[in-house]
């Protein structure tokens, strides 16, 4: 019987090296994974998004986290997943589809490495939330994660030191 691979999801505020992490871990690990779908689909949206565009990315998540938990390889990495579009929909829209709370129940993920907000906030098209946003968004992620007993570990540092402190993490849960 075939086991399913340990599930990493990098999560935490925005411009905190979530994407930049996820990569390099999964080059470092040689595994799988699916960069950010939320960034790319907004920046092509050409418009403001909506609930609709917000609920199609998380299904688009559930999707890749399926699609990945099927591989052959002992781990593989989440860039971002549904905790954090929870809190946008929470955030954004005042509302969250009836169907996100049992998806995260019921979609496991082994470890969530939190970024630290460590790391200069930079601006670009799609970051609506530095400053105190930014940290408050962060105590809720981990707040979040916490509420559903996932497990956690913050990384910090610059991008190497965050790559070296993930791995350091993830080699325990991996041997």
């Not at 930049?20 to 595994?31: C, G, H, I, M, W």
């Not at 688009?60 to 929870?86: A, F, G, M, R």
């Not at 169907?99 to 906030?121: S, T």
Request: net charge negative.
């Amino acid at each position: 019987m075939k086991h399913r691979p340990i599930i990493i999801a990098i999560t935490g505020a925005e411009s905190t090296g979530k994407s930049t992490l996820s990569e390099a871990l999964a080059n470092y690990y040689r595994v799988p994974f699916h960069g950010e779908y939320a960034r790319d689909y907004i920046l092509n949206l050409g418009r403001k998004y909506t609930f609709e565009d917000v609920e199609f990315i998380a299904r688009k998540q559930l999707e890749q986290y399926n699609e990945l938990v099927k591989s052959d390889k002992p781990l593989v990495i989440l860039d971002t997943w549904l905790v954090i579009t929870k809190i946008w929909f929470d955030v954004v829209f005042d509302r969250i589809p009836e169907w996100i709370e049992e998806a995260i129940r019921i979609h496991p993920v082994d470890m969530f490495l939190v970024c630290d907000i460590d790391l200069p906030w930079k601006a670009d098209d799609v970051r609506e939330n530095g400053g105190e946003n930014r940290l408050q968004l962060q105590q809720r992620y981990i707040k979040t994660i916490e509420n559903y007993n996932f497990p956690y570990r913050i990384v910090d540092g610059n991008e190497n030191a965050r790559l070296q402190n993930a791995i350091k993490v993830i080699d325990r849960l991996h041997k």
